[in-house]
């Protein structure tokens, strides 16, 4: 199995989705708007959150179905690394919310 890295981490569709959970509220009609045309999410009686959540349920059991990795620890990763990685992690200025080192720990933390 590869070392893992922060590269290979982002790369894999599992490990978007706590930060799809976490941008949710920042760009929530973009989000509906996945839910609803990619995964036939029907948003009739429901609030956008919900539409939204639901769209990344079903988008994080495709994945599962695919059997895809779903975690940092299934790349190899432990515990321990997770600090080092969220230190050397990029910070994108233009997301729909900028990351601290922090934030990004909490991410990795959802994806271990």
Same mark, same amino acid.
Request: hydrophobic share 40%.
């Given at each position: 199995?590869?070392?893992? *890295? +922060? ?23 973009? &989000?509906?708007? &996945? ?33 895809? +990795? ?7 990763? *432990? ?10 992690? &990029? ?8 990351? *601290? ?10 994806? &271990?």
């Amino acid at each position: 199995m590869p070392t893992p *890295t +922060v590269p290979m981490a982002w790369g894999s569709p599992r490990f978007h989705c706590p930060i799809i959970a976490i941008s949710i509220s920042y760009g929530l009609d973009k &989000f509906v708007r &996945f839910a609803t045309e990619i995964w036939g999410v029907s948003p009739d009686g429901k609030t956008k959150d919900a539409v939204a959540r639901e769209g990344l349920d079903a988008l994080e059991k495709f994945i599962k179905e695919c059997g895809i +990795v779903t975690s940092l620890e299934e790349l190899g990763a *432990t515990r321990e690394m997770l600090p080092k990685i969220a230190e050397s992690s &990029f910070i994108l200025e233009n997301g729909y919310k900028k990351l *601290t080192t922090e934030g990004i720990l909490n991410i990795l933390e959802a994806c &271990f």
